[in-house]
């Protein structure tokens, strides 16, 4: 035994263990990592990056208005654009359904069409609405159109969500629904879309953080003072004071929201998983 | 006038044909057990009886009202016939005294307390009043299929359609619900039960069909149809059933 293990160790070159290359190797990424940040640290320019960006008394010119006002519109058009969307997408997933052709085309090609624009386009397009339709004017001013860009664009999306979550629930519900005289529209409304709104409870949940996030555009259909949202707020003390730090507090005020929400949106996902 | 008829059906799939021209009755009170090899089409003519299944062509009555009829309310004639699954179906959002109760009120327009009264009594019936606030997915398969019992009953249907209600069923839970659907049977319920519970066609129906490719082969008292069958086709069946493994 030790007699070949010594004829043989001369022919190997002597190696790295797999758990000593595993060290090695770790070692470089930390290097690399650690001489990114060297750099870049010595690149900013501190003093200014300080007043630029982490300005306390900019910062502070923010409050109250940065809640009451910005954050409080910021959900104001989250939350209406939400409820349209939730609304039109639900009726345009069971048009999909419809045994009548012309509902199952039209439904699908406004989802193919509003999945395929920039939601910015719809915002510059809303404004000219009263051209098409003279003396129309949306209710509610940049509140309803605001409701009506991001409804009309999530309806898009919540639509194929609620097509999955109608899927998903089993054909024997229908079957035991009709089986007990409901029509089919009774067993609809009262059995199966119910199951397929808790199924798709999760998606929802995403849909509304990048809602959330879409309210920006809101700023593209000109806003007062008083209806301005985070991303316009920002942007408006960032100019009155000629310092970025308003734009950066608004970023740190949509994460206050988004963070969470993405976050209870896999709770109930892994809950959902596991009670299946 | 029997509760059931069934004349000349017919019922294809694309290509297949699954129902070759069926005939036959169930008569008010009677018990009548469908078994045959699987495929032979016995849960497709009892899913014709309350067009769960659209026929592709003969006529169905229920009560003297032909349901394959261009004119018919076939959702007031669904509610005579109450049908259990194989998979339940209970409705998984609602408690199971809601969905004892959903039906009488959406369907029947009985007052709540009403419904929820009848309910009380049909899930007394099958044994499960202390489960009234549970949801299905608590229940056993064998809870959830009584509840699935009492679901249908509490509509006071004339019929009662049973598609192979215990196959999906773990074997020690076979027997509370065989023993409900028994209690049923001796209080005169007209019942149509496709199974493959020997044992039970044997002891409970009035008459035992055995169905094979989509025809009727075999109809009669269980005694002749399961004891002595007449037909090289039943026989080899039963053999398989009865006997497995020999």
Redesign the interface.
């Given at each position: 035994m030790t007699d070949t293990a010594g004829e043989e160790a001369p022919a190997q070159k002597p190696r790295l263990s797999p758990r000593q290359r595993q060290r090695v190797s770790r070692g470089i990424q930390y290097g690399v990592l650690i001489a990114l940040v060297i750099v870049v640290a010595a690149l900013a320019d501190w003093a200014a990056i300080r007043q630029s960006f982490l300005n306390l008394d900019v910062a502070k010119q923010d409050l109250p208005d940065l809640f009451t006002v910005a954050l409080k519109n910021t959900v104001i058009y989250t939350i209406s654009g939400f409820v349209i969307g939730f609304a039109v997408g639900l009726v345009l997933a069971l048009m999909r359904q419809s045994s009548v052709g012309p509902y199952r085309w039209i439904a699908a090609a406004y989802v193919e069409i509003f999945r395929g624009l920039p939601a910015l386009l719809i915002f510059l397009m809303i404004g000219s609405l009263p051209l098409a339709f003279p003396g129309f004017q949306v209710p509610g001013d940049v509140y309803g159109q605001a409701a009506l860009g991001l409804g009309v664009v999530s309806a898009a999306y919540m639509a194929e969500t609620f097509r999955a979550g109608l899927q998903a629930v089993p054909k024997g519900q229908m079957e035991a629904a009709r089986s007990l005289g409901m029509p089919h529209l009774r067993a609809m409304v009262s059995i199966v879309i119910p199951q397929a709104i808790r199924i798709v409870i999760p998606p929802l949940t995403n849909e509304l953080v990048l809602l959330f996030k879409d309210s920006s555009l809101v700023l593209f259909l000109g806003v007062t003072a008083t209806q301005v949202e985070l991303a316009k707020f920002g942007n408006d003390q960032a100019s009155t004071f000629a310092n970025p730090t308003p734009i950066l507090v608004s970023g740190l005020t949509y994460l206050l929201i988004t963070i969470p929400l993405g976050y209870a949106a896999r709770r109930l996902e892994a809950r959902q998983g596991a009670s299946r | 006038m029997s509760t059931v008829e069934i004349r000349n059906l017919h019922k294809s799939f694309g290509k297949l044909e699954v129902l070759k021209g069926i005939d036959f009755s169930v008569e008010s009170g009677q018990v009548v057990c469908v078994i045959g090899p699987s495929g032979s089409g016995k849960s497709t003519l009892l899913r014709c009886v309350?067009l769960?299944e659209q026929p592709t062509s003969g006529q169905v009555f229920v009560d003297g009202v032909e349901l394959t009829h261009p004119d018919v309310d076939l959702?007031?004639a669904?509610?005579r016939?109450?049908?259990v699954?194989q998979?339940f179906?209970?409705?998984?959002?609602l408690t199971v005294l809601r969905n004892v109760t959903?039906?009488q009120e959406?369907?029947?327009k009985r007052p709540r307390a009403e419904a929820v009264r009848i309910a009380r009594e049909n899930l007394e019936k099958v044994g499960l009043s202390e489960k009234a606030d549970s949801y299905p997915?608590q229940l056993s398969g064998g809870q959830q299929q009584r509840v699935?019992i009492a679901?249908?009953l509490a509509?006071n249907p004339s019929l009662m359609l049973f598609d192979e209600p215990t196959s999906a069923l773990d074997p020690e839970l076979v027997g509370d619900v065989l023993q409900v659907m028994r209690r049923l049977a001796e209080d005169g319920m007209t019942m149509l039960v496709v199974t493959h519970e020997m044992g039970f066609a044997r002891e409970v129906a009035d008459r035992v069909v055995f169905m094979d490719h989509g025809v009727i082969v075999e109809d009669g008292p269980p005694e002749q149809v399961i004891a002595d069958p007449q037909h090289n086709r039943t026989r080899e069946f039963l053999r398989r059933v009865l006997h497995p493994g020999v």
């Open positions: - | 309350n769960l959702d007031a669904r509610r016939l109450g049908m699954f998979q179906n209970l409705f998984a959002h959903i039906a959406r369907v029947l997915a699935a679901r249908a509509m």
